[in-house]
């Protein structure tokens, strides 16, 4: 049975090799820490001076996050429950991403012992999450039994709270929605109107889909605004007076007996089309959301860049005109006063004014009338289209020569627009970034369109939930697993 050994010990590199001293636990402090697993497929370090070749250095950095995980968990190092919290979550997720595997490949694929891969899948079978399906192909012997990844055995809820509008969802493991509601109203004003329908929506996705609350992992949240800290699920309220003071994820949790997580809109976006839209397959992105506001969520190495406060990304608040129109920010000149829909609702209004036409429709402007008077020929609302793109094009290119992401990926009411929008983007980007003919290629539409923020808030709960410190909590909670069963 594989077993993490509370020894620490220092390593330092001579020559070829690595060399490893016990260290207390007190010197914890500089320099890399690794922890040695004793297998019958790893190294066994039972002597206080020893060598490992550098090609052994590769088994040892998934342990790393054993350590920090147990500070976190406030548990020792050494208990068998943090291993087994590990293991559980590299088992399930390998399954979960593979879709189907066998018991050899993930003996293969994470160096534990037969006995151990068996005692996870047994638990991961008893909590519905895997299940056996079927004979697969022999290598040579007897024929190994496939485990399938169950994408219905738990739901996760994703909310999108944004400025006008609300949008709650229901969501398997695998990203189908089997529930939604939404609604228009004014959130950014209302929050205690927007939260108890958001509660209201929750409750009747969960009705029409016959789920019951224990089956569902979490809640996740979002926000138009910057995050301040998502452990506490606080945020600025410069654009949201009226919600100073609220931690919306805080209140939900009042209502309902689960997790709630929250996170800004543009980030969910950016995750929802990594997982499960336009960005699958890429380490890098960037994923800008058009809509009352521009704001962008980045993907460096496969996780959410945040900065250094937790403001980064937001693209819709960098200088485009020196001295142009006024933003909600307090600045002149920001992109999104120029491509977000107050702005496109008033050059459409100043320029559809003296049109007999639209006389009695001005009131009511709404972005679908604009591109769908610009698809139908109106040249001012073609006028005003491509302004837009040509300005989203130059602050995109900014965040292209800055960042360099992977996959550049447009989301938002203003897509609807199509070419119209998109030709005028590329055309800035090829006049303003270095190489343009690096990123032309690489610019797309988002796949999921105005679902995408709500399917990234439920896809965090899914994050959240498969981590070693919530997994194996969920696991005993919803199954009664016992301390002493096996899996450490």
């Known amino acids: 049975m594989d ?3 509370a020894d620490i010990y220092q390593w330092t590199f001579t020559g070829r090799t690595y060399h490893a001293r016990r260290v207390h636990r007190s010197a914890l402090t500089g320099g890399i820490i690794f922890f040695s697993t004793i297998s019958s497929s790893h190294l066994t370090l039972n002597r206080l001076r020893c060598k490992i070749t550098v090609t052994y250095l590769i088994n040892f950095t998934k342990y790393l996050c054993c350590h920090f995980l147990r500070q976190k968990m406030n548990q020792d190092i050494s208990t068998p429950s943090a291993v087994r ?23 293969e694929l994470t160096n534990l012992s037969a006995p151990t891969i068996s005692a996870l899948v047994n638990i991961l079978i008893d909590s519905d999450f895997v299940r056996e399906a079927g004979i697969g192909v022999s290598s040579g012997g007897r024929r190994p039994i496939l485990l399938d990844f169950n994408y219905n055995a738990r739901y996760v809820v994703g909310v999108d709270l944004g400025a006008t509008h609300i949008n709650t969802i229901l969501m398997n493991l695998d990203g189908k929605v089997t529930a939604q509601q939404q609604r228009r109203m004014d959130v950014i004003s209302q929050p205690e109107e927007a939260l108890k329908a958001v509660s209201s929506m929750i409750f009747q996705n969960i009705r029409k889909s016959y789920v019951y609350e224990d089956d569902i992992l979490g809640i996740g949240l979002t926000i138009p605004a910057p995050l301040n800290n998502a452990e506490k699920g606080t945020f600025l309220t410069y654009y949201m007076p009226a919600w100073k003071g609220i931690r919306p994820a805080e209140e939900i949790g009042k209502t309902f007996h689960m997790p709630v997580y929250i996170e800004n809109d543009a980030n969910a976006g950016a995750i929802a ?5 336009s960005g699958r397959g890429y380490e890098s992105l960037a994923y800008v959301k058009i809509g009352t506001g521009v704001g962008s969520g980045l993907v460096i190495n496969n996780e959410i860049y945040r900065g250094y406060s937790g403001s980064a990304g937001e693209i819709g608040h960098t200088t485009i005109e020196t001295n142009g129109r006024a933003c909600r920010c307090g600045n002149h000149g920001c992109l999104e006063s ?14 559809l004014a003296n049109d007999p036409a639209w006389k009695d429709r001005l009131e009511h402007l709404d972005l679908e009338m604009i591109i769908k008077a610009a698809k139908e020929g109106n040249e ?20 292209v020569n800055l960042a360099n992401p992977g996959l550049l990926i447009l989301g938002g009411g203003l897509t609807d627009a199509g070419e119209l929008l998109m030709k005028e983007v590329r055309s800035s980007l090829r006049e303003r970034t270095i190489p343009f003919e690096s990123h032309i290629e690489k610019l797309t539409l988002g796949e999921l369109g105005d679902n995408a923020v709500a399917l990234g808030a439920a896809t965090v709960v899914i994050q959240k939930a498969f981590s070693p ?12 697993i016992s301390a002493n069963k096996g899996g450490g």
């Open 3 to 5: 077993t993490l050994r």
């Open 85 to 107: 919290s590990y293991n559980l979550s590299i088992a399930l997720n390998l399954i979960r991403e593979r879709g189907s595997i066998t018991r050899a490949e993930l003996i």
């Open 273 to 277: 089309e990594k997982w499960w839209g």
């Open 338 to 351: 120029y491509v977000g829909l107050p702005g496109i609702l008033m050059d459409a209004r100043e320029g």
């Open 380 to 399: 001012v609302c073609r006028g005003i289209i491509k302004t837009a793109g040509r300005y989203l094009g130059i602050g995109m290119a900014n965040l």
């Open 469 to 480: 410190i919530n997994l194996y909590s969920i696991l005993r909670r919803k199954e009664g």
